[in-house]
């Protein structure tokens, strides 16, 4: 079936609300709520009333992660229970970007965050005592002390003037975006980019698709804030021996949903004249381990472009 953009988005509003009721206003709401809209479009069945499809859907969707939450937690206080509190299992790891100043913590977090991080000081960042005091799943106790831990980080490197590394982006941002390459390229190699129409209000969405000709997957992504934008930074396996990246300017709403402004693609800086599987090899914690001889070899070679 085929909707008109304000459809679509009237259609995305009222899935997110449902899912929003059900589960809170997480991160899974978004998923709940996209996953929901795809099923939707992609459904070849005669749906009368999509209203009423997707808040069924999205009740079954959501029903489901509740399940499994509940089961994350029994699992999670049956451990709090079976292990002795001298064991050291029972302390699980604590970070050194915690341990900062509490009024810079206020400064930098939402209020929301703010008052997770103080109940989890309170038991010393331990996931597991967390879980069991405010009795959530531990999936839930990790999921949002990971988050605190990225939102910490990103505002700590906002503020020393970082601004070309993912580890600018908050937690929402961080995971809309990975969110939002899996979609993609789901959508191109399923021909569906009308699948997309959310994140692609702004652009062209002919013009888009071509952009993604004769590629096999994505192999790396950054991110660069630049001109008052973020841009998107995509290398991809091509077809062809030479890499493909793609420029996406992107914009964040208040909720960290993520807008394409722009499309375009970028010439690579270097070409080296090997595989992708050979490259990653070199590859250490986003750092080419390459000696400076061999630097030199790659940049002199006639096989490589610049």
């Known amino acids: 079936m085929t909707y ?5 988005n009237d259609l995305y ?22 996953n929901s809209l795809l099923s939707l479009i992609s459904s070849k069945a005669e749906i009368k009333s999509p209203f009423s499809w997707i808040r069924t859907t999205v009740r079954r969707e959501a029903t489901r992660y509740l399940e499994n939450e509940k089961k994350s937690l029994d699992i999670a206080n049956k451990k709090v229970h079976d292990i002795p509190p001298s064991s050291a299992a029972y302390e699980d790891e604590t970070d050194k970007i915690f341990d900062i100043d509490l009024m810079k ?3 930098l977090l939402s209020k929301e965050d703010f008052a997770i991080f103080k109940k989890m000081k309170a038991v010393n960042f331990s996931s597991l005592k967390y879980s069991a005091k405010h ?27 970082w ?17 939002f390459i899996k979609q993609l390229l789901v959508s191109l190699s399923e021909n569906r980019v009308a699948d997309l129409k959310n994140y692609l209000e702004k652009v062209d969405k002919i013009e888009f698709q071509n952009l993604f000709k004769d590629i096999e997957s994505c192999i790396e992504w950054y991110v660069i804030y630049m001109d008052n934008s973020y841009k998107l930074m995509l290398v991809f396996t091509p077809i062809n021996p030479i890499p493909k990246v793609v420029e996406l300017t992107i914009d964040f709403n208040h909720t960290n949903y993520l807008k394409v402004i722009e499309a375009k693609e970028k010439k690579p800086y270097i070409v080296i004249n090997t ?5 990653r090899k070199h590859k250490e914690k986003g750092k080419l381990t390459l000696s400076g001889d061999q630097i030199v070899s790659i940049l002199t070679n006639k096989q ?3």
């Open 4 to 8: 008109t953009e304000k459809e679509y």
């Open 135 to 161: 009795k959530i799943s531990l999936n839930t106790a990790n999921s949002q002390k990971k988050r605190i831990k990225r939102n910490i980080q990103s505002s700590l490197l906002w503020e020393n003037g």
């Open 13 to 34: 509003k009222y899935s997110l609300n449902i899912a929003s009721k059900y589960v809170g206003y997480k991160d899974c709401a978004y998923d709940i709520a996209q």
């Open 163 to 179: 601004r070309s590394s993912d580890q600018i982006l908050n937690y929402a941002q961080h995971n809309n975006i990975v969110r």
């Open 275 to 279: 595989t992708a599987e050979e490259v």
């Open 304 to 306: 490589t472009s610049i």
């Open 105 to 107: 913590v206020y400064r």
